[in-house]
């Protein structure tokens, strides 16, 4: 079993980031929150389907890098399998694809006044915490390839839904003797939020 004290590290390590999370909402331009559907595919490296092996949902700010179709994510995922709880801090980058017409756009020479009222773009996070199971605290490791697609109601708020693969790695330590790894497909929907609007008029 994991040390209380390296739980407890984590566990603050997670705080911490809420609180980051929360002073960095005045600079954030984007605000995604989504239900999380996991289904397994590959356990230990060995096909092991599951349907419907975990439930959950993330939150996250992003902000875009400027001149460059990039924004970097910050946030907070949950997931439940069975008795099993994950709480992960979330980092990472999207790399913009479509954006609304006026969406986003870098100078007056990028708009394109057109009536597209779609957002396409591909997530890759990180993904650092702890799972427990009753008193023990393992640590575990994801990394996330997403494609998500948000449609544009009114001025800020997309409906907002996601598809990829998620792989979970959990380090040999004194509970599990043997080092486990798991592949999911991960299904999202939810809403986005645009906090800073940007258009651009001729």
């Given at each position: 079993m994991i040390s209380f004290r390296f739980a407890q590290y984590m566990l603050k390590k997670i705080l911490t980031l809420v609180l980051m999370c929360c002073s960095i909402t005045i600079h954030a331009q984007f605000i995604t929150a989504r239900a999380t559907h996991a289904s397994g595919i590959l356990s230990n490296n060995l096909i092991e389907?599951?349907?419907?092996?975990?439930?959950?949902?993330?939150?996250?700010f992003s902000k875009s890098l400027d001149l460059i179709p990039l924004n970097y994510n910050l946030g907070l995922d949950y997931m439940m399998t069975d008795s099993i709880q994950a709480a992960y801090a979330v980092t990472g980058l999207s790399f913009i694809?479509?954006?609304?017409?006026g969406f986003s756009a870098t100078n007056v020479e990028s708009v394109t006044y057109t009536t597209f009222n779609?957002?396409?773009?591909?997530?890759?996070?990180?993904?650092?915490?702890?799972?427990?199971?009753?008193?023990?605290?393992?640590?575990?490791?994801?990394?996330?390839?997403?494609?998500?697609?948000?449609?544009?109601?009114?001025?800020?708020?997309?409906?907002?839904?996601?598809?990829?693969?998620?792989?979970?790695?959990?380090?040999?330590?004194?509970?599990?003797?043997?080092?486990?790894?798991?592949?999911?497909?991960?299904?999202?929907?939810?809403?986005?939020?645009k906090l800073k609007t940007r258009r651009y008029k001729q």
């Open positions: 389907t599951d349907f419907s092996k975990s439930l959950g949902g993330e939150i996250y694809i479509f954006t609304p017409s779609w957002l396409h773009y591909a997530d890759l996070n990180i993904y650092n915490g702890v799972q427990l199971s009753g008193d023990d605290y393992v640590y575990a490791f994801a990394g996330e390839v997403d494609y998500n697609i948000g449609y544009l109601l009114g001025k800020q708020f997309f409906i907002h839904t996601g598809f990829g693969g998620r792989y979970t790695n959990i380090p040999s330590n004194k509970n599990t003797a043997l080092e486990f790894s798991s592949v999911d497909f991960m299904l999202k929907f939810g809403i986005l939020w």
